[in-house]
RNA sequence: GCCAGCGUAGCUCAGCGGUAGAGCAGCGGUUUCGUAAACCGCCGGUCAUCGGUUCGAGUCCGAUCGCUGGCUCCA
């Protein structure tokens, strides 16, 4: 979203920056400053320090900001010669650094008071004009993102015009954190993960299994409509399979070590390629029966290094809704198109119409030949445009073996997860020689994709669970109703009430502790469970019911059959009500 | 993997060198009640694990496991 305000916005961050690199300084003199860009909601700057900072300190450099915007100092311009930088600079490595990399001959710094930074600016007339900021993290960062550079210590503050946009921002933050899966996965007793079975193995429990459940029928279906058959392939192939692949060599670092077994070496897949290209070549194809569409919700194994573990999104185990499309080279992009389709369907079903398209092209490192990685780019393009979908260009960003497509969906922090993912594949046909008979009756190499339309189960339930705040559309949420009777004498009428609804396949909780029916609802919308029916005297006599809604929404009486239709609407149009 | 912070009852958290605490949950009672928390009582912890310092360690130090925020990575 561009705003007219964004730009001055971004200055007065870039500004804050500054700021917060001369306080730093004046703590500690011999600090080494790295960069200090303006980011989306705020600014960092990162810093080579002699000691590691505190949670404390960045109070300390906070009121040392102050001060310096109390003192109303100036930012002045101005342009030097490299030389000139470069004395400025001599004291500060990473500065020279960067002055080296220039392109120009003169280069911009700033000044305020006695801080000078090298800058192209532009910047806020004077410190006083940064009013409402915050510091809010440390983090380390490598100099430059580079693992191999020294890890500097990042300061992120936020800073905004007004205060009220200030406290907007640090309220959103905070109501963003009550939508974090990790934390609705326990309060709704969705999933959990378990230090004694290992880091990033995910333990389904009832609830979110049947939300699980529910994704996966619906996905079959829509695959059996789409023309994809569905394939089962095992959890564990031999090592050589995988050095067949080139995954041994390529991906070791994520692969399970070898078990053995009867004197051969197995590993437990990290993808479900290699098997379906074993299922493809039992027998020989021809050009008529392609394309084929083998799909396969396939659990995989990865050895993710352990800091990037995250909840549902990051995980070591998941289960990827995987399908491998072989076809000829000129089916490509119609296939392309078809998947891409598929997957927008499936985002709007999901209720994600925010979403972004990336075109991730040739890496340094590649399979196949720049001829092919050329048209298959063009292909990728040629079906995006076709459906007119905006998308933007990660340059070199591919997989080796080939272009892709993948569309990231953002959680409730606003950190960008890949979901539906498209990728073309020249290594594999060429490893395996997986070939179909032309018309020409000569052997040709199949056009392979590989596609996911949800990304995995594991993190599509993360997004799913964030984007709507753990209270899901009926049609997938764990308990659909919750039956409060108001006395204990009223069970038996809610059993019966609860029975009738069961039979129409509705999922139902009766709620039949002697406990008071404020608190029986209160627990009901905690568990932001659609559908509260209240059933006490008035309904039992007149045989009804009482229905809330969980936006706190008081229906009133209805029979059941009503009630029955709501529901049923509901359901089928995959609505929140 | 790297930098930093953190691991105390099922959950949320207090305690930070001197005999382990609260609320919620759970269990046992009492209450039978009209749209977001009834009341009383009880149970519950080798303070992540292992090792060290100390007369004495949730409390200090080290290692390991795990979590959190970043960085890097992400077929």
Same mark, same amino acid.
Not at 512 to 515: D, F, H, I, L, M
């Given at each position: 979203m561009s705003h007219p305000d964004d730009k001055s916005q971004q200055i007065m961050r870039h500004s804050a920056a500054h700021v917060m690199a001369q306080a730093v300084l004046s703590l500690f003199p011999e600090a080494k400053l790295g960069i200090g860009p303006a980011i989306e909601d705020g600014f960092y700057y990162d810093f080579e320090l002699p000691r590691s900072l505190t949670p404390d300190d960045l109070l300390i450099i906070e009121q040392q900001m102050r001060q310096i915007i109390a003192a109303d100092v100036p930012f002045i311009r101005e342009e030097v010669d490299k030389q000139k930088a470069r004395q400025i600079f001599i004291s500060q490595h990473y500065k020279l650094e960067l002055i080296d990399e220039l392109p120009d001959e003169r280069v911009g710094i700033y000044r305020q008071g006695s801080f000078v930074d090298l800058c192209r600016g532009p910047h806020v007339g004077s410190t006083a004009e940064i009013k409402n900021f915050k510091l809010l993290s440390i983090a380390g960062a490598y100099w430059r993102g580079d693992e191999s550079q020294p890890m500097l210590q990042r300061i992120y503050g936020t800073a905004f015009q007004t205060s009220e946009e200030l406290a907007a921002y640090l309220g959103r933050v905070e109501e963003a954190a009550k939508r974090d899966h990790r934390r609705l996965g326990k309060e709704l007793d969705l999933f959990s993960i378990h230090q004694e079975a290992g880091a990033g193995l995910i333990h389904w429990h009832p609830k979110g299994a049947v939300v699980r459940c529910l994704i996966e029928d619906f996905w079959k279906e829509e695959h059996f409509k789409r023309g994809y058959d569905l394939v089962y392939t095992p959890h564990i192939f031999k090592a050589d399979l995988w050095k067949a692949s080139g995954h041994w060599e390529m991906y070791r670092d994520y692969l399970y070590p070898p078990m053995e077994m009867e004197g051969q070496e197995y590993i437990i897949k990290p993808m479900n390629c290699p098997g379906h290209i074993l299922i493809y070549k039992t027998k020989l194809r021809s050009y008529r029966e392609l394309p084929l569409r083998w799909a396969e919700l396939g659990t995989v194994y990865r050895y993710e290094r @352990? /800091? =990037?573990?995250? /909840?549902?999104?990051? =995980?070591r185990g998941f289960t990827q809704d995987d399908a491998h499309i072989f076809c000829r080279p000129g089916q490509l992009e119609d296939e392309v198109v078809g998947v891409l389709e598929f997957a927008r369907f499936m985002m709007h079903t999901f209720g994600f119409d925010e979403y972004e398209v990336l075109l991730s092209t040739r890496p340094g490192k590649y399979a196949g030949t720049i001829e092919n990685w050329d048209k298959a780019t063009e292909t990728l393009q040629e079906a995006m445009d076709r459906l007119q979908l905006p998308y933007e260009i990660d340059p070199g960003a591919g997989v080796f073996y080939g272009p892709k497509i993948d569309i990231k969906l953002k959680d409730a922090l606003g950190r960008a997860w890949q979901g539906p993912t498209i990728q073309v594949d020249f290594n594999l046909p060429q490893r395996f020689q997986v070939t179909y008979v032309g018309e020409d009756g000569q052997e040709h190499l199949v056009a392979m994709i590989h596609r996911t339309v949800l990304g995995s189960m594991e993190r599509f339930f993360a997004c799913l669970i964030e984007h709507y705040g753990g209270a899901f559309p009926v049609w997938l949420a764990p308990i659909q109703v919750a039956i409060v009777p108001i006395a204990d004498r009223h069970l038996d009428y809610a059993q019966k009430v609860a029975a009738e609804l069961r039979a129409q396949g509705l999922r139902i909780q009766v709620d @039949?502790? @002697?406990?008071r029916m404020n608190l029986k609802i209160r627990e009901a919308q905690l568990q932001k469970i659609p559908y509260m029916i209240v059933v006490g005297d008035r309904e039992q006599t007149t045989s009804t019911i009482s229905l809330r809604l969980r936006n706190g929404e008081d229906i009133g009486t209805l029979s059941l059959g009503q009630f029955g239709m709501i529901v049923r609407s509901a359901i089928e149009a995959k609505r929140q009500n």
């Open positions: @352990s /800091g =990037v573990l995250h /909840g549902l999104a990051r =995980v @039949s502790r @002697s406990e």
